[in-house]
């Protein structure tokens, strides 16, 4: 490790919720508190398509709302999943390296599934390897609720090793689907909050837990 790079913060690409956007994840991430957020160095990114129809965060937080991808009624077929994930890859090549992703709702199921395709060598293949993964609210495709698509059939074929933080809500409609997704991750580490579908505020404990996840990923990054 050089020296230059032992003070670097960890470099996290962040992935907002769906028909939602990178302000709004920037917004509610700042719930956190600062001596969390100093630690690294996040960078928000606006999905690639327009709401499609009315956002669920409409009249709590101002338009515009972007989505990563499409899909039907019962999750069992999707438009543009492909074109998202290049979308990213490009925009990871032009500002990046990156060391690790956030992600929320929709952001979250994308991030969850894409260090499995990487290690494929599917997608990212202009990017480094992606070493942590920080999810809020998420689920896993080709679980109980959401289909797979093609391109992720074999996305958690086998268990990912990355470090990986997951922030559930006691009181998520995804709940079920976010602690299904611990069974994908070696080494999971769990923050449980009393909220619903949200980017929760941290107590002593969770703050604790989050902590030092933050210093295992500098650590860890920085090697």
């Not at 470099?11 to 769906?18: S, T």
């Not at 508190?33 to 160095?41: A, S």
């Amino acid at each position: 490790m050089t020296e230059s790079r032992a003070h670097e913060k960890p470099k996290i690409l962040c992935l907002h919720g769906f028909r939602m956007s990178a302000k709004i994840l920037e917004t509610q991430i700042h719930k956190w508190p600062e001596t969390v957020l100093e630690k690294v160095d996040l960078v928000y990114l606006d999905a690639p398509y327009l709401s499609a129809a009315k956002s669920g965060v409409e009249g709590i937080f101002d338009p515009p709302y972007f989505e990563w991808f499409q899909g039907n009624q019962d999750y069992t077929e999707y438009e543009n999943f492909e074109e998202c994930i290049a979308f990213i890859e490009d925009f990871m090549v032009k500002n990046g390296p990156f060391d690790g992703l956030l992600g929320f709702s929709q952001g979250a199921v994308l991030a969850a599934a894409l260090p499995g395709m990487q290690a494929e060598g599917l997608v990212l293949t202009k990017v480094p390897e992606i070493k942590f993964l920080i999810l809020i609210s998420g689920a896993k495709l080709g679980g109980s609720k959401l289909g797979a698509p093609p391109l992720a059939a074999n996305a958690f074929s086998a268990p990912i090793k990355c470090p990986s933080l997951h922030v559930i809500g006691e009181n998520d409609l995804v709940k079920p689907e976010s602690i299904a997704l611990l069974d994908s991750f070696v080494d999971p580490i769990i923050v449980h909050h009393p909220e619903g579908h949200t980017i929760p505020g941290l107590d002593d404990q969770s703050l604790e837990v989050v902590s030092n996840f933050i210093e295992k990923i500098r650590n860890h990054a920085t090697t």
